[in-house]
């Protein structure tokens, strides 16, 4: 992810750091045709015929959709 605010739909990519993870989330709205998916250090969400795709860090991630919120929860790389 870049420092330019990235968006999924009209809904802003908001950006959590915590001591032992970061998460990314965005309030996409509450809908059945919302899917995400992350391959290799890439994010990909589809929402109807819209797909939006970002770069993730390196390490382990999972992303999930829930209530209309999509989530992504990396957790930190040890040094």
């Not at 992350?38 to 999972?62: K, M, S, W």
């Amino acid at each position: 992810m870049t420092d330019q605010q990235q968006l999924v739909g009209d809904a802003p990519l908001r950006r959590y750091e915590y001591d032992d993870a970061v998460v990314l989330a965005a309030d996409i709205g509450v809908t059945d045709d919302a899917t995400v998916d992350v391959v290799d250090d890439t994010a990909i969400v589809v929402v109807g015929d819209e797909q939006y795709d970002f770069d993730l860090p390196a390490g382990d991630a999972r992303a999930f959709i829930r209530n209309g919120v999509l989530t992504v929860e990396m957790s930190e790389v040890s040094h």
